[in-house]
């Protein structure tokens, strides 16, 4: 298995670049997706700012790859990172982040400042590698942003709400903290789904303090295989938690996890007393 190391990130350059890209997204998102970018697609983005480029092993195989669009955003140039997909075996050896840094270097030379991405808030790797690793910024969630029927496997059972997140380009990178965001977290109370109570309806109260934290699943893709109705509660419960807490003026600071017990928390805090 190639290590990090051992991997080479460049931008598409051959044909064989390009089939290799598409055979990557049917592999991350199932035959059945109905957004896959072609290759004409992914040339054309790259002659006009946009990136196309992937991680290569020492054979020169293809496990990773991210795409993204350049474009204007209130009259400053900007970036949507449309795709980052990294091949099952190679998902926490450190690619994704390896491919973002690429991406944001390359549009660092073209003078671009922001780039802006989408990642569903129940999957806590996504979560853990966009704000603990890169620092970006969660500004927006989007109930089933791609609309009602999935776009691929990954977003069947519970649809396809979206966190919008904003990258400072220009900026040193931020690492989370990870023990501070425990220790932050010691005495804040928890939105999580319980037995005793049905925290996704509209009538049941959530929690009032100052930092709270919202729990999401360990691994939402395994929940969704082995009990999709425990699934979609999730989906229910942090969809309402997060509209509830970011329309009052809560950020999120980062996802906090909890190793002994795999648990995952996002830690939010309102800068005074709500």
């Not at 603990?132 to 500004?139: E, K, S």
């Not at 997140?165 to 425990?182: F, G, R, S």
Request: hydrophobic share 40%; glycine share 6%; net charge neutral.
């Amino acid at each position: 298995m190639a290590t990090e190391q051992e991997l080479t990130i460049r931008s598409f350059e051959t044909e064989s670049d390009y089939d290799a890209c598409i055979a990557l997204q049917r592999e991350t998102w199932g035959d059945d997706f109905r957004e896959l970018v072609p290759p004409a697609v992914l040339m054309i983005a790259q002659k006009m700012g946009g990136v196309a480029a992937g991680a290569f092993d020492r054979k020169n195989r293809l496990v990773g790859f991210v795409f993204g669009i350049t474009g204007l955003k209130d009259g400053r140039p900007a970036h949507w990172s449309h795709m980052l997909a990294v091949t099952e075996r190679l998902r926490s050896a450190g690619t994704g982040q390896r491919l973002k840094f690429f991406q944001r270097d390359y549009l660092r030379r073209l003078g671009v400042e922001t780039m802006f991405w989408t990642y569903d808030p129940l999957v806590s790797r996504n979560a853990h590698l966009n704000l603990n690793r890169l620092g970006a910024r969660i500004t927006e969630y989007v109930d089933d942003m791609y609309g009602h029927h999935p776009v691929g496997k990954m977003d069947s059972v519970i649809g396809s709400d979206r966190f919008i997140v904003e990258w400072a380009l220009q900026e040193e990178t931020k690492v989370a903290d990870e023990d501070a965001l425990a220790r932050a977290a010691v005495d804040a109370p928890v939105v999580a789904l319980t037995e005793h109570a049905d925290l996704g309806t509209d009538a049941a109260p959530l929690p009032r303090a100052n930092t709270v934290r919202i729990e999401i699943p360990f691994d939402i893709q395994e929940l969704k295989q082995r009990e999709p109705g425990i699934a979609r509660q999730w989906r229910v419960l942090t969809r309402r938690a997060f509209h509830h807490y970011l329309a009052r003026g809560y950020t999120v600071q980062g996802l906090q996890r909890d190793s002994p017990s795999n648990r995952c928390f996002y830690l939010l805090s309102y800068p005074t007393a709500p």
